[in-house]
């Protein structure tokens, strides 16, 4: 049954930094484009970041560059979500999902992902 597990999530303060992990299980992430995406309570789910695990090519939020970095492990089967200078904004439930149909990033439509994990809580709070 094919999976992602996302991992790394915490309380942080503002200014701080954390990694958040996105493994797969069942198959191999080495030809897919992963998406990374964000919930707050009480908004939908946006798109922050997302890489192609292909040739590692990158896209983020405009509420994110220059903060977060996507980078992969293809031999660990795992993507990254670097994320620093965190804002109490960037708090919310962090999912990771397979872009269906296109190795490389296309956007944030969450019609054309799957395979969500089931999230990991970033809380930035001082």
């Known amino acids: 049954q094919p999976q992602l597990v996302e991992s790394g999530g915490a309380l942080v303060q503002p200014g701080g930094s954390l990694r958040l992990s996105c493994t797969a299980s069942?198959?191999?992430?080495?030809?897919?484009?992963i998406g990374w995406f964000r919930q707050a309570p009480g908004k939908e789910r946006e798109g922050v970041s997302c890489?192609?695990?292909?040739?590692?090519?990158?896209n983020y939020a405009d509420s994110v560059k220059g903060r977060f970095t996507a980078s992969r492990d293809n031999a660990k089967n795992t993507v990254y979500l670097h994320m620093n200078n965190l804002k109490p904004e960037d708090t919310g439930v962090y999912y990771c999902?397979?872009?269906?149909?296109?190795?490389?990033?296309?956007?944030?439509?969450?019609?054309?992902?799957?395979?969500w994990g089931q999230g990991t809580q970033v809380t930035v709070s001082s």
């Open positions: 999902a397979v872009q269906y149909g296109n190795n490389y990033c296309s956007g944030y439509d969450r019609n054309k992902y799957g395979y």
């Open positions: 069942g198959f191999s992430l080495g030809y897919f484009a």
């Open positions: 890489i192609s695990t292909q040739d590692g090519s990158t």
